[in-house]
């Protein structure tokens, strides 16, 4: 079945620590995107690519880093510099040109410890 | 511009009953309005969308209301069921990407 594979699912760092969430996709979509979900908040999008090697900022860059070195697979570090990383992270996949209709994979909850 | 506003936060309505979800836009450049349905956990599945010509579109029990002149759309639930009880995003498609709403968590009660 084709779809969009987020891991781990549960993620716990301590202050001071990056870490890296894993996407990965097989529906053979050229753009992929990682939104940030807050209670409240709506989905606020981090940064989203659309071709290998190449990526762009999104509204709430600062503190993330993405690399897209294979179409199918879009990790996202978190780094120290992110002061409230706490969240629901979803990764999300869709076809060129973009938007019309959206994959998401089930979300990665990140807690700080 | 690129702001979705979304209301309520949340509604509660019984079985049976209408549930409608209102949203509205100020970028007139958008070009395309998703739904999105979610549930506890799991990512945001789309649900029904439409373009700006269009100013109704019905799946099911499902139906999007356009206003183009007003900027403002609208979801509504018919009979809504408990097992539509969920988070509903609306959306809008701009410039290379999609900006979404602060979403709504309808509860459906017995």
């Known amino acids: 079945d084709g779809g969009i594979t987020q891991s781990p699912k549960y993620l716990f760092r301590k202050e001071g620590q990056n870490v890296t969430l894993s996407c990965e996709q097989n529906?053979?979509?050229?753009?992929m995107y990682w939104y940030r979900q807050d209670p409240g908040q709506g989905l606020r999008l981090i940064y989203y690519s659309q071709i290998v090697n190449d990526f762009q900022k999104g509204d709430i860059a600062e503190g993330y880093s993405v690399s897209r070195e294979k179409k199918e697979s879009f990790p996202l570090t978190v780094t120290s510099a992110q002061k409230n990383p706490t969240a629901f992270y979803l990764c999300?996949?869709?076809?060129?040109?973009?938007?019309?209709?959206?994959?998401f994979g089930s979300g990665t909850r990140l807690t700080v410890v | 511009q690129q702001q979705v506003k979304q209301s309520p936060q949340s509604l509660i309505v019984q079985k049976g009953g209408i549930s409608i979800i209102n949203c509205a836009y100020e970028?007139?450049?958008?070009?395309?309005f998703p739904w999105y349905q979610q549930f506890p956990g799991k990512g945001p599945a789309l649900l029904i969308a439409?373009?700006?010509?269009?100013s109704e579109k019905k799946e099911g029990r499902f139906t999007i209301s356009f206003n183009k002149s007003a900027k403002q759309f609208s979801l509504h639930i018919m009979d809504s069921q408990p097992g539509d009880s969920a988070t509903y995003f609306c959306a809008a498609r701009g410039y290379q990407k999609v900006t979404f709403g602060t979403g709504t968590k309808l509860q459906v009660i017995p």
């Open positions: 529906l053979n979509h050229d753009a």
């Open positions: 439409i373009r700006p010509d269009v």
């Open positions: 999300a996949s869709s076809v060129i040109p973009t938007g019309y209709g959206y994959t």
């Open positions: 970028n007139t450049a958008f070009d395309y």
